[in-house]
């Protein structure tokens, strides 16, 4: 009784100045620390292990001497960043009706935003086939408009991909965005206006540079979340639009080979890491050099 | 003639008829008024009153509902703000951040396709002007309030427009830099020879900078005049309240074979017969009399006559250079006095009835 009224149960305005502070904010955290360690952090050691067999390089240097492995990196990079731009250009009106457009367009445009987020991302993609096959809706309303004769081919395509892709990833494009754009003072629009400029002219230089920092989190974003893409490619594309996701899941499913797999992985990891930090370094840069041109 | 042509040369804008409806209410009703060249212009009023409502429409933000707005002769009704050569300082400045000062004083230049050379000549001369010229590399944020309500004033100055707009110049300043912003600003437009056009509800602001002042109340212009013309010869009892101190006397006229009285309870106003005041009190029963309190002479009580009235000082402040009594007149209404008659008013103390007297030349009626 006396104990525990001294080790803890003392309420803290009774403490002596001299005693330990009360328990730090780690406690809070511990849960989620604890958590991500062991399913995560863990297993994601585990997987360098695996890609590593005694401390052998063979599955990495199978990966870099393989051209279908590095014709697949290349086409993930290829395409997130095709994707990336689409999306962002599609996401920048949008995110400026949201911010801009008054307190309805901002309701209409935000239900309209996250409604797809309740649908499972495998329904969605699913909801692609039927809008893009060839007996699907888009094909069929041409050829009843006598817009063309014969389906067009949008699905099993690079295009196919890319459209599920943008879908996908808008909504995580337009909230950075969002974000960074309903903090430009519309006034400054004005008062380029009174000095004189157009509106594009206003736009081009007042608010697009005040909204880049909204551009590049959302580049960043989608751009590493399209890198890992897997079930999209997969439902919409064909064998020859394969992205590298697909590829780690086909070595780990069906060659069962788990070494070369991970090692796929890590090379994804790795590739993501320094497409972030070349994203970080160019923003870096840009900044500072809009510091050091201070002399007009 | 000559005097016809100077007149028209002298006319930097005109406002005809201007409303501005939005829905059922009327946010501008029918305001019109010339703006001179060279002149410092300040709308006055309350919020709610129209006066931004005007600069915004003078600027080109909102387009009127009727009426027509000329510059320099020309009908800028339709165009948009870019075409209009109008400086504007926002009331938060309005600067863009991501530019330096001399970029940000530049840029109507730019927009105007003028080369960086002669952009950075004229945007340095004019920050010097403005007494900002080692500011020239900062960003908006690296500043504090006066100055970058400086860098704000040079841009809306460095392509010499037609006007300048000045949206409450003092609202985002402390007290202490408002003084002597204010005094800063006229120099520096003078210096310049800009037209300007401010707004503000502050009417020591107005009285301090302006030449002229547009009061304006629910949507219409009241009166515009000159400070010195809207002290002595308000026409409402909005204005007469508005500009300076006033106590307002609501009295019934009497036509007298000698001229006009306007009499309350307790206190009597004589108009000689020649007085145009009086004259065009003949028509009505009721008027408004206003009395500004150091025209009112405090005087012992029971003296009887014209021109006078009595009351109970309620309050007897001693504020250095002056007196500053709160008479209660019979009817509960309440008239202040300001004296610098030390002598006749150390004797009197609170709840003393005294007389008051003041000229017939002092007093402006309002007919109600």
């Known amino acids: 009784m006396n104990v525990s009224a001294q080790d803890g149960g003392a309420p803290a305005s009774a403490r002596a100045p001299w005693s330990l502070p009360v328990p730090s904010a780690f406690w809070l955290i511990a849960p989620a620390v604890l958590f991500l360690a062991l399913f995560f952090v863990f297993p994601l050691l585990k997987l360098v292990a695996i890609s590593l067999p005694g401390g052998s390089l063979e599955y990495y240097e199978q990966i870099f001497t393989t051209p279908v492995f590095l014709r697949v990196i290349g086409e993930t990079f290829r395409v997130s960043l095709i994707v990336t731009f689409v999306t962002i250009a599609v996401a920048y009106p949008y995110a400026y009706a949201m911010a801009h457009g008054g307190r309805t367009v901002l309701l209409l445009l935000t239900v309209a935003l996250l409604i797809p987020f309740w649908v499972s991302l495998l329904l969605r993609s699913f909801s692609w086939i039927v809008l893009l096959q060839n007996s699907g809706l888009i094909n069929d309303f041409l050829i009843a408009m006598g817009l063309i004769e014969k389906p067009v081919r949008l699905i099993r395509t690079p295009f196919g991909v890319m459209i599920g892709m943008v879908h996908i990833l808008l909504p995580y494009a337009v909230l950075p965005l969002y974000t960074v754009m309903k903090k430009i003072d519309l006034r400054l629009m004005e008062a380029s206006s009174i000095c004189g400029a157009s509106w594009l002219k206003g736009f081009m230089r007042i608010y697009f540079p005040l909204s880049l920092p909204g551009v590049a989190a959302s580049a960043i974003l989608a751009f590493t979340l399209a890198l890992g893409f897997y079930i999209t490619p997969a439902l919409l594309g064909s064998p020859r639009d394969m992205m590298i996701a697909q590829m780690i899941a086909g070595q780990f499913n069906e060659q069962l080979n788990f070494g070369l797999g991970a090692a796929l992985a890590v090379v994804l990891m790795v590739l993501t890491a320094v497409a972030f930090g070349l994203f970080g370094a160019a923003r870096a840069a840009l900044q500072s050099r809009g510091r050091a041109k201070g002399g007009v | ?368």
């Open chain 2, 1 to 368: 003639m000559n005097a016809v042509l100077q007149n028209n040369a002298a006319t930097a804008m005109t406002l005809e008829g201007v409303s501005k409806l939005y829905g059922p209410v009327k946010a501008l009703d029918n305001v019109s008024f010339e703006l001179r060249k060279g002149e410092f212009l300040t709308m006055l009023g309350p919020s709610g009153s129209g006066k931004t409502t005007s600069l915004r429409a003078i600027a080109g933000f909102i387009q009127p509902t009727a009426g027509r707005l000329l510059i320099d002769g020309r009908d800028m009704t339709g165009v948009p703000p870019q075409k209009r050569n109008i400086g504007m300082m926002f009331q938060d400045y309005a600067l863009f951040p991501h530019m330096t000062v001399l970029e940000n004083i530049g840029y109507p230049l730019e927009t105007r396709g003028i080369k960086r050379a002669e952009r950075e000549k004229r945007s340095m001369e004019m920050l010097e002007i403005v007494g900002l010229a080692h500011c020239a590399t900062r960003y908006p944020k690296e500043m504090s309030g006066g100055q970058q309500q400086r860098v704000a004033l040079a841009r809306a100055l460095v392509f010499k427009p037609d006007i300048v707009l000045l949206d409450e110049p003092m609202a985002a300043l402390d007290k202490k830099l408002r003084g002597q912003m204010q005094i800063e600003i006229m120099h520096i437009t003078r210096q310049v020879g800009a037209t300007v056009v401010s707004v503000t509800h502050d009417q020591e602001e107005a009285l301090v900078m302006s030449d002229r002042i547009a009061i304006f109340k629910d949507g219409r212009l009241e009166q515009i005049g000159s400070p010195h013309e809207l002290y002595q010869q308000p026409r409402s009892e909005f204005v007469a309240d508005f500009i300076g101190e006033a106590n307002l006397l609501h009295g019934k006229t009497r036509v007298m074979p000698d001229g006009v009285v306007v009499e309350g309870d307790g206190w009597n106003v004589s108009l000689p017969k020649d007085d145009p005041q009086g004259q065009a009190l003949t028509a009505t029963n009721t008027a408004c009399v206003v009395l500004r309190p150091e025209r009112i002479r405090a005087v012992a009580a029971g003296s009887p006559g014209g021109n006078a009235g009595e009351g109970v000082i309620e309050d007897k402040i001693y504020l250095g250079v002056e007196y500053r009594l709160v008479v209660r007149m019979n009817d509960g209404s309440k008239v202040n006095i300001r004296s610098r008659d030390v002598a006749a008013i150390a004797g009197m103390k609170a709840g003393d009835r005294i007389g008051m007297a003041w000229a017939p030349d002092d007093i402006v009626i309002i007919g109600a």
